[in-house]
């Protein structure tokens, strides 16, 4: 599909109203919108996300938004990485049309304390892992990318695999709400197979040789896989004996099939497996994923 440059600047929106304005005036058009959410500090990750919607729309919207209701811990919200000004040039430099850099308060004008605002239910795929170590994380996910979805009204939104359960829980909300349709994006990885992540810059150069560790350890259960073993906790094994290591403390590694999602880890034999980590390294929180059965 031809992508038109609408603006030869891009356009950069704070009030939702005005953004459903503009995505509107781009519908009456007759343009698709192709829309990335994200929370900035932007990296190639993310602009592979960009790229794709803007080669497979007509207009490209994303926005910029650190969501408070996803954090659980305010220190970890205020160490999230920020670099407004680069993240302008790069979605520029990318074709991006828009960028929606909207605050919690404009998204919820009749709220005065975080604390009141109902969260949504993030549903069946966010109990388990993310939803076991980091409650309410996917909640927040899930109340915020509702009325982001509501104020663009894309036809197609990109969502990065790196965040494996957050693709299952905002493909149900997509369902439930009738669109848009979900593009799940392959993971943008280092050399080292380190998947990018805003949070590297959080690592000093030990904790990042740590990190390289995790992907070593997707291999090995893919390996395990090819193998023929289907064990749910001999493939969580094999990955947690790769990431035995000092200063870096495993909260998951387990494989499960991501068409029968549980709360609880799998006890019977998989017949489709993703394997998932999430591991902290100091301070820092890393999750990745791998598919073991393609
Ligand atoms: P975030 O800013 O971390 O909320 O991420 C915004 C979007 O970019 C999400 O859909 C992520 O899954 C996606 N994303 C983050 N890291 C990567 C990566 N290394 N490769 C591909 N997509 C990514």
Known sequence: MQHVILFDAMLHLDSPTEAARWCSAQRDRGS?????????ALHS??????????????????????????????????????????????????GCDMVFMGSLHQFFPEISDINEIKTLSAGPHGSGLEGQFRPGHLDGVTTIVERLFRTVGAARVYFGEKDFQQTLVVSDLARDMGYPEVVVCPTVREDSGLALSSRNVLLSTDEKTRAQRIYPALLAARDAWSSGERDPGRLSAIMME?????????????????????????????????????????????????????
């Open 242 to 294: 790769c990431l035995s290591l000092d200063g870096l403390v495993v909260e998951y590694a387990e494989v499960r099939d991501p068409g029968h999602w549980i709360s609880e880890p799998q006890a019977t034999p998989l017949e489709h497996g993703q394997a998932l980590i999430a591991v902290r390294i100091g301070s820092v929180r890393l999750i990745d994923n791998l598919r073991l059965d393609q």
């Open 32 to 40: 698709t919108i192709g829309f990335v959410p994200t929370m900035g």
């Open 45 to 94: 990750g993310h602009l592979s996300l960009v790229t794709r919607a803007c080669n497979e729309n007509t207009a490209c919207c994303a926005s910029i938004f650190i969501n408070p209701l996803q954090f659980e811990d305010a220190e970890d919200y205020d160490a999230y990485p920020r670099d407004t000004e680069s993240d302008l040039a790069l979605l520029k430099s990318h």
